[in-house]
């Protein structure tokens, strides 16, 4: 059985928690698609993590963690991320990456650099991790597959030679940098063959074996539905589905295989980059969700960037339910909330004097005003409440309210950071 764990809304929505639990009981955990410009940030029993690139499953001895092929492999940054899980007391995790993953070189984040120094203001908010001039090689064809570091050197070598007439052209007459070099190109693919080399598999038939004998499986997303470059606030996206139905593409598995879609919705909302934002607020009053937010404050796991912040923004939730396919909903970050005398949900999008329900696609969402509907506090803390029958009335209508307006079953609530901190609730539809 396979499931998959993905974001409803912008991504920081506590994806990585809700796969470090459900991994306990898992085989095998997938990162599919994205590379190390987000992060997953982890609290258990070893500490705290944010993983930017490894699955969030790799705390239990008994899984198995895979890169898959549609992931933009950091190399260099993987091995970083397994010397400091082991430097932090965790047992080295079995790792596994597709041969059929593309590699991410230093020139993709020297260009991604570049281009939003070159764009300015009117930047899309890069994490300049490399990420969309990575995805642009990979689908002009000039990226280079896990595969090809253990295939003909002369191949290779004239490929490089391809690679770096076209970057060139780029770096020095449009940034004016310095020429990239062929051989330290290739020199550099040799040092990443011999990183690489212990953890480079044929994944999709390892994955086709485990699924005749059983194994359970969870493809883990990275951000959310609303930075899908297809579905999301194009262009203010990032440069590979998000979505868990590319899941089936991005770990190499047939679709049908995928059964369960847990969705992940955050209690208000949250945002880093640029883009519309509907919902979101300004001032001392996004300051203090800022600040009492997420575990530790709303700051980006890779960046530290200060994170938006606004309201539960229910038109953009049932949309991010609604395009994942979710069969339910994991609700994070409710603990946060308990400061508040009354909570706004933003129930309604106002455009051109009417009021919308449905998700508008960009150019409209640039004029939408929040229509919110307001409900009380509970004012109380609840964390350390782990039976639903136990958590304050308006706390439990908070979350009827929400379920009803995403349309999707909540099963899952979480009242802290912690692994075990969770509540599981049946749901009312």
Request: charged residues 25%; contains cysteine; hydrophobic residues 35%.
């Amino acid at each position: 059985m396979v499931r998959a764990i993905v974001g409803a809304n912008w991504g920081d929505e506590g994806k990585g928690k809700i796969t470090d639990m459900l991994a306990e009981e898992s085989d095998i955990i997938i990162r599919f698609q994205g590379g190390s410009n987000a992060g997953h940030t982890i609290i258990n029993n070893y500490g705290k993590f944010a993983l930017h690139l490894l699955p969030s499953g790799v705390f239990y001895s008994h899984t198995t963690s895979i890169i898959g092929n549609g992931v933009a492999l950091n190399i260099p940054y993987l091995l970083k991320e397994i010397r400091e899980l082991e430097e932090n007391g965790v047992p080295t995790p079995k790792i596994l990456v597709s041969d059929r993953a593309q590699i991410m070189m230093p020139y993709h984040m020297l260009l991604d650099a570049c281009e939003e120094a070159r764009l300015a203001g009117k930047s899309f908010g890069s994490t300049k991790s490399g990420i969309a001039p990575f995805y642009s090689d990979k689908y002009a064809k000039i990226g280079f597959q896990v595969s090809e570091l253990f295939g003909c050197p002369s191949a290779l070598k004239e490929k490089v030679n391809n690679v770096c007439t076209l970057k060139n052209i780029m770096l020095v007459n449009l940034y004016h940098q310095p020429a990239l070099v062929p051989e330290e190109v290739y020199e550099t693919l040799m040092e990443y063959k011999e990183m690489i080399a212990p953890y480079a598999c044929d994944v999709s038939a390892y994955l086709y074996q485990a699924r005749k004998e059983g194994k359970r499986i969870l493809l883990e997303g990275q951000l959310g539905s609303l930075k899908d470059p297809d579905h999301g606030i194009y262009p203010m996206v990032t440069s590979s589905s998000t979505l868990a139905a590319y899941g089936a593409i991005g770990a190499g598995i047939p679709p049908y295989e995928i059964k369960n879609i847990t969705t992940v919705v955050k209690a208000y909302s949250s945002a880093v980059g640029a883009g519309a934002f509907v919902s979101e607020i300004f001032g001392e009053e996004a300051q203090e969700l800022r600040d009492r937010g997420g575990d530790g404050g709303e700051y980006g796991a890779t960046t530290g960037r200060p994170r938006r912040v606004g309201w539960f923004d229910a038109v953009a939730s049932r949309y991010g339910c609604r395009v994942q396919g979710a069969t339910e909903a994991a609700l994070t970050v409710l603990d946060v909330l308990g400061y508040l005398d009354e909570i706004p949900i933003c129930v309604g999008y106002e455009f051109d004097g009417k009021v919308m329900r449905d998700f508008p696609v960009t150019s409209m969402l640039e004029y939408c005003k929040p229509v919110y509907k307001t409900l009380p506090g509970w004012k109380c803390d609840i964390r350390g409440i782990r039976n639903y029958e136990e958590l304050p009335e308006n706390c439990r209508n908070y979350i009827d309210e929400i379920e009803r307006e995403l349309e999707v079953p909540v099963t899952m609530v979480s009242n802290g950071p912690g692994r075990n901190e969770i509540i599981k609730r049946t749901p009312l539809i």
